[in-house]
């Protein structure tokens, strides 16, 4: 199963502030990019779901599909 997931990164734990969106087939990351501005997440997604064809996108931290 293909899995795009979400992820804000957190200024006191990882060394930039921004989000990182990984792709997963099953529980192995295949793909990741990082960016600091929301607007670029919207891209990324788009680009891994036409590269990947994912069956689930998830959101993490508050986030809502």
Same mark, same amino acid.
């Given at each position: 199963? *293909?899995?795009?997931? #979400? /992820?804000k990164?957190? +200024? %006191? &734990?990882?060394?930039?502030? %921004?989000? =990182? &969106?990984? #792709?997963?087939?099953?529980k192995? /990351? *295949?793909?990741? +990019? &990082?960016?600091? $501005?929301?607007?670029c #997440? =919207?891209?990324?997604?788009? /680009? @891994? $779901? /036409?590269q990947?064809?994912? +069956? +689930? &996108? *998830? @959101?993490?931290? %508050?986030?809502?599909?």
């Amino acid at each position: 199963m *293909i899995t795009i997931q #979400v /992820k804000k990164l957190d +200024e %006191g &734990i990882d060394p930039q502030d %921004g989000y =990182i &969106i990984y #792709v997963y087939h099953d529980k192995t /990351k *295949i793909e990741a +990019e &990082i960016t600091n $501005k929301w607007e670029c #997440v =919207i891209d990324i997604v788009d /680009k @891994f $779901k /036409k590269q990947h064809s994912p +069956e +689930e &996108i *998830i @959101f993490f931290d %508050g986030f809502n599909v």
